[in-house]
């Protein structure tokens, strides 16, 4: 179903997705198959289908969010990131153990999906998505999906809070540990988050010296 999807067959993904979902047997096969839907809705231009379906899978899992959060509810989901990092240095968290909780990896790959639904319909939505990815990695250790999770939290620290220097060091370490793990799936959204949050804090020549990285 994700091969058709990649393939841009993406009524075919739609229907599979919707057909499998039903048939999950386990909490892992859930997930994929309410993700395949949700990003089969995205390409095809159902967004509001798209966010629906990955809230329904994040609901089950036992982290439910509103599609549409207030300011308020935003600012104290990014504030708890910060008060978890308490007086550790950011760049110390490249030695955060692996994350080892299977239904947490989970919550964070559905997290991971919800980024791009919630990149165009809902900042607040979008910052209280990458502070819970964030929060998690904090308190339970780090997975794969958590380099994006904490590069565009730093992101959104510098354009949405404007705390420029703290959303750059947060991406210089997602590069960081993208590189310790080899996670070359993550790379590319890595490396673009980078580049956005050095344009505030870096000389230019500094953030045009990133884009050969992407190669």
């Known amino acids: 179903a994700r091969c058709e999807l990649v393939s841009a067959n993406t009524a075919t993904a739609r229907q599979l997705g919707e057909e499998l979902r039903p048939r999950a047997r386990t909490r892992a096969h859930t997930t994929a198959a309410y993700c395949l839907l949700s ?68 919550v964070m790959n559905a997290l991971a999906t919800l980024f791009a639904k919630a990149y165009v319909t809902d900042k607040n939505l979008l910052i209280i998505n990458l502070a819970r990815m964030a929060s998690l990695t904090l308190r339970h250790g780090f997975t794969d999906t958590s380099a994006m999770g904490l590069a565009w939290f730093g992101m959104m620290t510098g354009s949405s809070f404007k705390r420029y220097r703290e959303g750059y060091s947060l991406n210089v370490l997602a590069r960081a540990l993208v590189d310790r793990h080899n996670l070359s799936s993550q790379r590319t959204t ?22 050969p990285w992407f190669l």
């Open 190 to 211: 890595v490396l673009l988050s980078l580049q956005c949050s050095s344009y505030w804090t870096q000389p230019l020549p500094a953030v045009q010296d990133i884009r």
């Open 39 to 106: 990003d089969s809705c995205l390409s095809a231009g159902a967004i509001p289908e798209a966010v629906t379906s990955v809230l329904e899978c994040l609901a089950l899992l036992g982290m439910p969010l509103s599609p549409h959060p207030s300011r308020e509810e935003a600012v104290a989901a990014h504030e708890e990131v910060w008060a978890l990092l308490g007086e550790r240095p950011i760049e110390s968290l490249i030695d955060l153990p692996p994350m080892t909780d299977p239904d947490l990896r989970l």
